[in-house]
């Protein structure tokens, strides 16, 4: 094998480089990663000693196992953003709560760092939307009633009946224009 038909390490970093862009594009990554990170100084500093000289300082809380538990369900909530993309609303809604008691439970959430890292994780994942393709059922840009994106200004055709592919008639087949109302026709 010569050194010319081995795989450049350039060349594997780029490509690993664009399979982790890939990997980032189908899912709420910064959510995710917002999220986790919020969970970690919840899970901390209830447990953490602050030493200034020979003083110590302990921030401990009486509710300590309850900061353990928040911060671990933050952590647990940022690896569900990451790894299943479809339950996104539910995980970005609990991360918000959790970060809201963690203001009461845990040291004003972390001395607020956790709990705005978790709101903000939170809505980030609940914001997000998967991105559109070039072809297929999800990917197809919304159309306006022109038939072009929805910032076109151009108007509908006046005369424009069912089938013309203006997007008057709505996927489920009942328009005024078709002469269907719901399930029965009218008339």
């Known amino acids: 094998m010569s050194a010319d038909t081995r795989p450049r390490l350039i060349e594997t970093i780029g490509r690993k480089r664009i399979s982790f862009r890939e990997w980032r594009g189908h899912r709420p990554f910064w959510g995710g990663f917002l999220t986790l990170l919020a969970g970690i100084p919840i899970m901390y500093i209830p447990y953490a000693n602050l030493t200034i000289g020979s003083l110590t300082v302990r921030l401990a809380t009486t509710a300590g196992a309850g900061s353990l538990i928040i911060g671990v369900l933050l952590v647990v909530l940022g690896l569900t953003m990451w790894f ?53 059922d999800a990917g197809t840009p919304a159309r306006g009633r022109s038939g072009g994106p929805l910032g076109d200004t151009e108007p509908a055709t006046a005369g424009a009946g069912p089938g013309s592919g203006n997007a008057l008639d709505d996927l489920s087949g009942t328009s005024p224009t078709n002469g269907t109302n719901g399930r029965h026709r009218a008339g």
């Open 84 to 136: 299943q993309p479809a339950s996104r609303v539910f995980a970005g809604v609990a991360a918000i709560l959790l970060s809201l008691v963690s203001l009461v439970v845990s040291n004003f959430g972390a001395f607020l760092v956790g709990f705005l890292l978790g709101l903000i994780g939170g809505a980030l994942a609940v914001s997000w939307a998967p991105a559109r393709t070039a072809g297929g």
